[in-house]
Every structure is written in structure tokens, then in C-alpha cells.
């Protein structure tokens, strides 16, 4: 079945510093990315959706500038956290659709900012 | 808008049969989905309803009725690895295919 790989599993930052957060589609094309961030005991919140070749677009709230997303190929997308915060730690999700839909979530990044 | 409720807890015991509601207020959607997670885990599909009416597949069934903006997730012959957060989604019309979540369910099946 469909695989995206998401990388890294965790990570720990110093607050200042960016994080950069790479999901890839192992055999299909993802037209389509998402990524959702998801604090403790709560829900997958969508951050942004980004299709090849296009800008990401931002749901209400999330600061473009501050979560720097790429989708420059059919099988990659990557998510920067910039200057992280204690405030971003979060779990971050990417989740991937190809023109057939359906949906294939990559594996979660635990981000720690210290 | 969209927005999904679910209970935020519910506890059974193993063998048991526990259902998890989802009501929701959306404007339009393509069909009812249901996830689980496993603690640090990405979600799972679990089950998915277009039309109204009961799907089912293996031990997990779901149902969706449009009329009522309601769904429900039922799990039979509950087994401990069934302990985990169970979510609804919908993907609504017109908006790029993303899919909203629920706001979870965390299952906590016991001996």
C-alpha cells in the first residue's frame, strides 16, 4: 500500500533555532500534502495544504512565516519550524493524497524545543 | 464551518462492544471517516461512509446518517490493543481535500 516517510521521529531544538521536517511519498505521487500539528490528548489541528508546485495555504491563525512549507516535487514536502519556541513543541503529522484521493499519514515528528 | 463532537473518554472491558458517537455541524462533506491512534502514532484508517447506513469490516463497524449529522464507530469483541484515540473526519466540499478531525476519543479497554 501507499508509505509516506516521514523524518525525523523526534527531535530536540534549542528555542531560536529552525527545524526542518521532511515527509516523502514512497510509491505514489502526492499532488497533495497536509500537515497537521497535534498537542497532547487533543485533535489533529490542519496547519496547511500544499499542492506540487504551489504556495501552501494556511488555515486561520498558523503564521506562514513561521511554518515554511514546500512541496517541490510529487514526493516531497518538507515543514520548517523557524526561531522555535517552548510553544511549538508539538507532534507534527504530514499527511499525503494522490489524484485517486484517499489519505496516507506519515509517521509523526515528536518536536521538543528547549 | 465544520465542527465534530465526540465523548472524550470511554471505558470498557475486554469482549465487550463500545460505541463512539460523532456528531457534527458541516455545511457539506464527502462522506465519514474514522481513524485510530496509538499513543505517539500516526492515525490508521479504520472505516468510511459515503451513504448513509452501516459498514462493516471485521471487528469494526460504522454508520453514518445525514439526516441526523450523526455517525458512530462500533467496536466488537474488544481486545486490550484496542486502547487508543478514535477520531471522526470529514472532508468537506470545496475546500482543497483536507480532512477535519473530530475532536477524539480516547478508549481505555480493561481487563
Known amino acids: 500500500g501507499a508509505v509516506v516517510s516521514q523524518h525525523p521521529s523526534w527531535v530536540i531544538c534549542k528555542s531560536g533555532t529552525s527545524v526542518k521536517i521532511e515527509c516523502r511519498s514512497l510509491d505514489f505521487q502526492a499532488t497533495t500534502m497536509f500537515w497537521y500539528r497535534q498537542f497532547p490528548k487533543q485533535s489533529l489541528m490542519l496547519m496547511a495544504t500544499?499542492?506540487?508546485?504551489?504556495?501552501?495555504?494556511?488555515e486561520q491563525g498558523v503564521e506562514k512565516d513561521k511554518f515554511l512549507i514546500n512541496h517541490a516535487s510529487l514526493t516531497l514536502s518538507t515543514l520548517t519550524v523557524t526561531s522555535a519556541h517552548p510553544e511549538d513543541s508539538s507532534f507534527y503529522i504530514c499527511?499525503?493524497?494522490?489524484?485517486?484521493?484517499?489519505?496516507?499519514f506519515g509517521s509523526g515528528t515528536r518536536l521538543t524545543v528547549v | 464551518g465544520q465542527s465534530l463532537e465526540q465523548p472524550s473518554e470511554v471505558t470498557a472491558v475486554e469482549g465487550a462492544i463500545v460505541q463512539i458517537n460523532c456528531t457534527y455541524q458541516t455545511s457539506g462533506f464527502y462522506g465519514l471517516s474514522w481513524y485510530q491512534q496509538h499513543d505517539g502514532g500516526a492515525p490508521t484508517f479504520l472505516s468510511y461512509?459515503?451513504?448513509?447506513g452501516l459498514e462493516e469490516t471485521g471487528r469494526f463497524s460504522s454508520f453514518l446518517s445525514r439526516s441526523d449529522s450523526y455517525g458512530y464507530l462500533l467496536l466488537q469483541e474488544l481486545q486490550m490493543k484496542d486502547s487508543a484515540s478514535y477520531f471522526c473526519?470529514?472532508?468537506?466540499?470545496?475546500?482543497?481535500?483536507?480532512?477535519?478531525f473530530g475532536q477524539g476519543t480516547e478508549l481505555s479497554v480493561k481487563p
Open positions: 499527511s499525503a493524497s494522490s489524484e485517486y484521493g484517499g489519505y496516507t
Open positions: 500544499s499542492n506540487e508546485g504551489s504556495k501552501a495555504t494556511y
Open positions: 461512509n459515503a451513504l448513509d
Open positions: 473526519a470529514v472532508r468537506p466540499y470545496n475546500q482543497g481535500g483536507k480532512l477535519i
